[in-house]
């Protein structure tokens, strides 16, 4: 999923990731909360008509955000009081009040909000934080289901509703993790995700984590791996069954004139590129790919014009959905047999 | 024509251009000359090649920028000595080397080095200047015609070459432009500007000068009026006579948050568009206006997004380009029995 933290994939228009392909993008709830407000989408509609996007999205719980961005913040049993990293002001957010902003933006899929506990976190920590995290997805999806009509395109006679994710935290702790599997899995959410890793673990860990927490998740379900990852990595997860994924890495490269290809990760800002005149990526048949060279792109970088940030991170996620869209096609004949 | 400084109408891709109709767009030639440099365009085949644009381009002289944009400047009779808004490094342009640069560059239509007569200039000034870009006029036209061959596109068995136009100087004298305007026009360019306007002169002088100086002009010919204008300027030169215009406003004015509408100009940052759910111009039906409302274009620019230069910029261009296609319309038919 590309990320759309402010309600736009920066730099790509949204006719332009249709195009791509893309089914479903991510919004930050803490961000859109902040500005221009979940009130003030409510009112106009909520968030797919906000930003003109008529396809799937998904909000996360704004949890991530305030531990990452925020200062001042302090954790209760209740909830976390933070400051905004735009104009400090005060905030109160609890599993409530992020549902109730979820509800109020309207994306296809929520999720409960949780503490994501931090890396590394000592065992005492680690235990703390996912009681937390236990107590809050108890109370994010009785939240939901109290007020999950209350959806800004609520129709009685349509059939469509919100979804609720829950998020397995526990650390770097398999027995922790397992623990806050099974128990997310008996309060029966709409869809289950493993939170809190690339937070600065080891890649080898991560994977471990994810190889441990998969199987103990309901399989006819959607399973999310969030924050990852490189492209190498998607490519892993999707294969060992994970059907989620969300990354900034695609977008936030490509404003960094990192390019991902076939043959591996282009540096555009290189000299070596300058009068290159071969595509990005010789077998990428993306729109950048077909028409610009190397050398333009790297021109673009050079002289810093925003022109760089779309073309790089068109075809970043072209990239990117690219190996979604091969994963896909390769698992799907299997995923037949297994259900016959 | 839209602007593209450094080889790219900013914030928006070739393909969108070509979707809106744009059929030139022009390039900086002190710009390009910098950076990426005319021998590296001209190894890449030129700069229709390079940039991907295969429609028509046009490249200014160097000589504005020169005279707005560089530091520590010397004019002589030869040529001018400056220093590079980027590096500080020393450059030297003649009218000679201009072209040289431009036929490298290799657009279809190159310009004339000119010196830009500041405003306001006495007259004993306006002459000197107007004097010197007589001179420098004569001397573009016989080292054009001598080296046009050496375009990096050149194909002697296709009837496509470059073409120079010249550009009227004389500050604000009329008998001066006058005078300009007939010396030029015994040079026989392809085409004729009329350079040295919106350099700080009221509205209604830079009017005045181009109804004086457009008679003088040879109707068979492409006359074109430089840095111009607003969408009420442009049209009414247009329905003058003047067949090319360019300008930086719809492009500079979109990442400054304005745009220009049937309905006049909107600061779309303004607190009162916050929840407008329209379209930025109801009458417009540009991809942004049948996708996008005024109260997302303002979240994106309130969140320094870089969608908001995109969309804004293909709103605004979308806009002019508008204006020239109704003139145009409303034109032809007079234009073709005036040929009758």
Redesign the interface.
Known sequence: MPVGT???V??????TLESLGAEIILGNTY?LYL??GHQ?IR??GGLH????WPHALLTDSGGFQVFSLTALRKVTEDGVRFRSHLDGSSHFFTPEHSIDVQIALGADICMAFDECTEYPADRFRAEQSLRLTMAWARRSVDHFRAHQLEVPWFDPKACRTQCLFGIVQGGMYRDLRRQCAQRLVEMEFDGYAIGGLSVGEPRELTLEIVAEVLPLLPKDKPRYVMGVGYPDEIEQYARMGVDMMDCVLPTRAARHALLFTSQGRLNIKNKQF??D?SPPDPTCSC?VCR???R??LR??V??S???A???NSIHNLAFYLGIMQRVRSSLEPAGMRDLA
């Open positions: 402010q309600g736009t920066k730099a790509v228009p949204q006719e961000h500005r221009p003030a009112r106009m008509r906000f930003i003109s300058a009068e005149q729109p028409r610009y060279t050398a333009y021109h673009l050079q002289a014009e925003p022109l940030a779309t073309l």
